[in-house]
């Protein structure tokens, strides 16, 4: 009997066994436990989040979309961290331009230490470019809006929106100027400091007492919306990629306006670029 007993405990020992083994887990001092391996599956699947690509966020400005026929023009492209803040710092940006439907390089450089590519182009009729990051080490590669180039001809002239003026939005405009040669900074509200968004909400604080968020998205939806050929000086700009805004600045005329554009770069009078931006009026 005492034979018996112990013959189906060791049948029993040898069935949980062979169940432990065939889950991944191992009988140890009457425990099942799961082997160094699984146990270290955990981090192993951290370190691989940790070091996946990251797709960068770019802001891109030109000296001008409307020009006579061969006139060399400027394209500068600042690509940064968007979970970060930080520029990148390393691989080619290439511009391209778009005519017939097919996208053509014309020119490419290195990216500077300060995320910033500079590209010159000299268009002999109208087309669409863009500035592409190639990609490199953890960056994926990353196209900019598509923009368009415009030859003007002999004699022409016009520039974007009017130069307007309300009092409120020269008392914004004139805040603005104040601050002119102050550095960019991600995430800086001033007041000596100042990021896109972070410069626009100063200002209109200050200026006029009216409080906008800390990002160019939600401040597209303060104010009033305004044709842009209606635009007044002291009005805010919002610059968009499709329907999301990512950048912000405050008119000044002429197709300007003030704002804090990128890392290395300073508060002041800056040419607007694109034609995917809305405007929104806070001040009388």
Not at 16 to 26: E, K, Q
Not at 135 to 161: E, I, L, M, P
Not at 207 to 215: D, E, I, R, V
Request: glycine residues 12%; proline residues 3%; aromatic residues 10%.
């Amino acid at each position: 009997m005492h034979e018996n007993t112990s013959s189906r405990r060791r049948r029993l020992s040898v069935a949980t066994g062979t169940a432990a083994l065939s889950l991944g887990l191992c009988l140890c001092a009457g425990q099942l436990m799961a082997p160094t391996a699984a146990a270290a599956a955990t981090p192993v699947v951290a370190a691989a989040q940790a070091s996946a690509k990251v797709t960068p966020a770019v802001k891109t400005s030109s000296s001008s979309l409307g020009f006579k026929k061969g006139t060399r023009t400027r394209v500068t492209a600042y690509f940064y961290n968007p979970r970060t803040g930080t520029p990148v710092t390393t691989g080619w940006v290439r511009l391209e331009g778009n005519r017939g439907g097919k996208w053509t390089a014309w020119t490419a450089t290195k990216i500077s230490s300060k995320g910033i590519a500079t590209l010159y182009a000299k268009p002999l009729a109208n087309v669409s470019f863009r500035a592409v990051y190639l990609g490199a080490g953890n960056y994926n590669v990353k196209y900019s809006q598509t923009y368009r180039f415009t030859v003007k001809k002999a004699g022409s002239g016009g520039s974007a929106g009017s130069a307007v003026t309300s009092g409120s939005g020269a008392k914004v405009l004139a805040e603005a100027k104040k601050h002119t040669g102050a550095l960019y900074k991600f995430a800086a509200a001033g007041p000596s400091r100042f990021d896109c968004s972070g410069f626009t909400q100063y200002v209109y604080k200050k200026a006029a007492g009216k409080k906008l968020p800390h990002k160019a998205d939600g401040q597209q939806d303060y104010g009033k919306s305004v044709a842009k050929s209606q635009a007044r000086v002291g009005d805010l700009v919002v610059f968009r990629s499709g329907s999301y805004g990512y950048h912000a600045g405050i008119y000044a005329g002429g197709g300007y306006m003030y704002d804090s554009p990128h890392t290395g770069a300073r508060v002041g009078k800056h040419k607007m670029y694109g034609s995917n931006y809305v405007v929104r009026r806070l001040v009388a």
